[in-house]
């Protein structure tokens, strides 16, 4: 009598899950938790929330600003008596990034400063406020960036980047007076 050869059920299914946890191992260990998936995922966020910002602006006919630090940012509002923190949307709180991305903005250089009035403002250091000022009572530093209810954005290019990878990764966003906000090369 001869034998039929193949597989039984039994070997059959041992192999489907071995090959499902060995498929599963990887999906695990490939799961956005690079340097750069963090970066891009915080440069996603920040562009939703200042986009969302500038429409509300619009929408409330009110002017808005950007308060950055090294690792921190935060929207601010006008109103008569002055700047004041942003409270609600919870988005427009003062935000910290995660540990290793690193923020820097440029406001110098760029197009129309010449013809600008906030060339002449004396800007103040915003890292101590952003630490202390955004939950208490004290009145916010005057932003880097303007959100206006017109709909124009001053000109700034706001730099994330991290050094946690065998190379440094930088994005750089930014705009030229109005939406939405583009991504600049090195060279730009």
């Given at each position: 009598?001869?034998?039929?050869?193949?597989?039984t059920?039994?070997?059959?299914?041992?192999?489907?899950?071995?090959?499902?946890?060995?498929?599963?191992?990887?999906?695990?260990?490939?799961?956005g938790n690079?340097?750069?998936?963090?970066?891009?995922?915080?440069?996603?966020?920040?562009?939703?929330?200042?986009?969302?910002?500038?429409?509300s602006?619009?929408?409330?006919?009110?002017?808005?600003?950007?308060?950055?630090?090294?690792?921190?940012?935060?929207?601010?509002?006008?109103?008569?008596?002055?700047?004041?923190?942003?409270?609600?949307?919870?988005?427009?709180?003062?935000y910290?990034?995660?540990?290793?991305?690193?923020l820097?903005?440029?406001?110098?250089?760029?197009?129309?400063?010449?013809?600008?009035?906030?060339?002449?403002?004396?800007?103040?250091?915003?890292?101590?406020?952003?630490?202390?000022?955004?939950?208490?009572?004290?009145?916010?530093?005057?932003?880097?960036?303007?959100?206006?209810?017109s709909g124009?954005?001053?000109?700034?290019?706001?730099?994330?980047?991290?050094?946690?990878?065998?190379?440094?990764?930088?994005?750089?966003?930014?705009?030229?007076?109005?939406?939405?906000?583009?991504?600049?090369?090195?060279?730009?």
């Amino acid at each position: 009598m001869q034998r039929a050869r193949g597989f039984t059920l039994l070997e059959v299914m041992l192999v489907l899950l071995l090959v499902g946890i060995l498929a599963s191992a990887v999906v695990i260990n490939f799961s956005g938790n690079s340097p750069e998936q963090r970066l891009e995922k915080e440069v996603l966020r920040f562009s939703q929330v200042f986009q969302f910002i500038a429409d509300s602006a619009q929408l409330r006919q009110q002017e808005w600003g950007l308060v950055v630090a090294a690792g921190q940012y935060a929207f601010v509002y006008y109103q008569a008596d002055g700047w004041q923190w942003a409270q609600q949307p919870a988005a427009a709180k003062a935000y910290t990034l995660p540990e290793g991305i690193t923020l820097t903005v440029e406001l110098e250089g760029l197009p129309g400063e010449e013809q600008s009035l906030l060339s002449q403002l004396e800007w103040e250091d915003a890292a101590e406020d952003l630490a202390t000022s955004p939950e208490a009572s004290s009145p916010p530093p005057l932003p880097q960036v303007f959100i206006l209810s017109s709909g124009e954005v001053s000109p700034f290019r706001l730099t994330f980047s991290t050094e946690q990878s065998l190379s440094p990764v930088q994005v750089t966003l930014g705009t030229d007076f109005s939406l939405p906000l583009q991504r600049y090369s090195e060279a730009d």
